[in-house]
Each structure stands twice: as structure tokens, then as C-alpha cells.
């Protein structure tokens, strides 16, 4: 069993949906981190959490330590939103990923 | 800004090849990562190194080697290229002592393997 599990792993949303990426995971995290990654190849960091919610322009990431569960959200999707987001956590000495959401916003 | 580069972003070679990706960055980082990524697996480690001439093996080392000279430059070598090598390979690094083991990573080198 994976120790991060991404759910769904394709989503496909037409522009201006409220999209929601799922990350669930199983061993004891220092920190939670969601990831982008273009088309291209570069992945950049969107957010780092250890408790509770942040926001970033149509960002939004939670988290629930109890649960092991985190979830993002982008409202008022666009199509510059495609992207994979990966989910990593801090975790017995380095990150471990998921394996990714693959989003895809249609105009 | 962190700045992670990698020495190709597309590179074809052929079977039985040596191969080197070179990986530098400018922020003093002690570790410093390669991974590979393949759709439906995710990114996966091959190696890392916590410092120079220090390597450790990550989940798929296989088929690779590491080079860590310098502390800003981090090379990944395939010693005879397969096609089953075909793939993103990704560069990271990152400072020791944070608990958030935050990575920065490079653009990324699609290496094809005919």
C-alpha cells in the first residue's frame, strides 16, 4: 500500500468549476506539501502546511493532522490551471509523493 | 531565489550510450536529489547525497550511478542506456535541519533511449 494516495488521479473540469484534490496518507508527517507541475516538466511549490488552511489567491489547502487527510481546492478554475498537483509529505527523513492529479481545465 | 539547472532539458541517446545529467544549484544546499518520473508512478528517488562524495540509494538505483564532487553539482550517469530509461528525470535540493524537508527542483531532462 502507498503511504500517500491521491485521489482522483485525472480530472477533467470545464472553466470555472471548484475543483477538489484529495491526498490521504499514512505515516507521521512534520509537513504536507502540494506541488505543481506544468507541462514542460518544472514542478514548483504551491503550499506547505503542518496544521490547519491556507489560501493563496484561488488556492486553497487544508489539512487535518487527526484524519491524515489534506485536501486542495481551486475555485473559479481556469484553463491556466491544468497542471499535475502532487502531494508530498515530510516523513521518516525525507518527502514521499503521490502519484498525482492530472487536471485539465476546458475552456 | 533558489536556482536549481539541469544541463538538457531533452536529450535523445541510443541504446548501449553513456550517459550523464548534470544537475548544479546556487544555494549552498547539502542535499540534493534525482528522481525519475513515469506516468502512473509518480516520481521516484534514484539516488541522493547529503554531501560531497556522499551518495545513499533511493528506491530504483538500478541501472545508474551518482557523482557528487562539488557541493553544487550533483551527476547522475547511466552507464549503458536501455529503453526502459526512457523517462523525466528530475534534479532537487535542499537544506538540512528543516523538519519541512522542503526540495526545490529543476526543469527537468526527457531523456528518450532509442
Known amino acids: 500500500k502507498n503511504e500517500v494516495e491521491q485521489s482522483p488521479q485525472n480530472l477533467t473540469a470545464q472553466e470555472g468549476e471548484f475543483i477538489t484534490i484529495n491526498c490521504s496518507y499514512s505515516?507521521?508527517?512534520?509537513?504536507l506539501h502540494w506541488l505543481q507541475q506544468h507541462p514542460g516538466g518544472g514542478i514548483v511549490s504551491l503550499f506547505m502546511l503542518s496544521s490547519g488552511k491556507k489560501k493563496h489567491g484561488r488556492l486553497i489547502a487544508t489539512i487535518n493532522i487527526q484524519e491524515k487527510h489534506s485536501s486542495l481546492h481551486i475555485t473559479a478554475s481556469h484553463p491556466r490551471d491544468s497542471a499535475v498537483y502532487i502531494c508530498a509529505v515530510a516523513s521518516q527523513g525525507n518527502l514521499i509523493f503521490g502519484k498525482g492529479t492530472k487536471l485539465s481545465v476546458k475552456p | 531565489d533558489v536556482k536549481v539547472t539541469q544541463s538538457s532539458r531533452y536529450l535523445v541517446k541510443r541504446t548501449g550510450e553513456k550517459v550523464f545529467l548534470e544537475c548544479v544549484q546556487d544555494?549552498?544546499?547539502?542535499?540534493m536529489f534525482w528522481y525519475r518520473q513515469d506516468p502512473g508512478l509518480g516520481l521516484r528517488l534514484i539516488y541522493f547525497s547529503y554531501d560531497v562524495k556522499m551518495k545513499e540509494k533511493g528506491d530504483i538505483p538500478e541501472g545508474y550511478s551518482v557523482s557528487r564532487e562539488k557541493k553544487e553539482r550533483f551527476s547522475l550517469i547511466l552507464e549503458s542506456a536501455s529503453t526502459n530509461q526512457t523517462s523525466m528525470y528530475l534534479c532537487?535540493?535542499?537544506?538540512?535541519?528543516?523538519?519541512?524537508?522542503?526540495?526545490?527542483f529543476g526543469p527537468g531532462t526527457r531523456l528518450t533511449v532509442t
Open positions: 505515516v507521521g508527517i512534520s509537513a
Open positions: 532537487a535540493s535542499r537544506r538540512t535541519g528543516l523538519s519541512s524537508y522542503e526540495q526545490y
Open positions: 544555494m549552498d544546499h547539502e542535499n
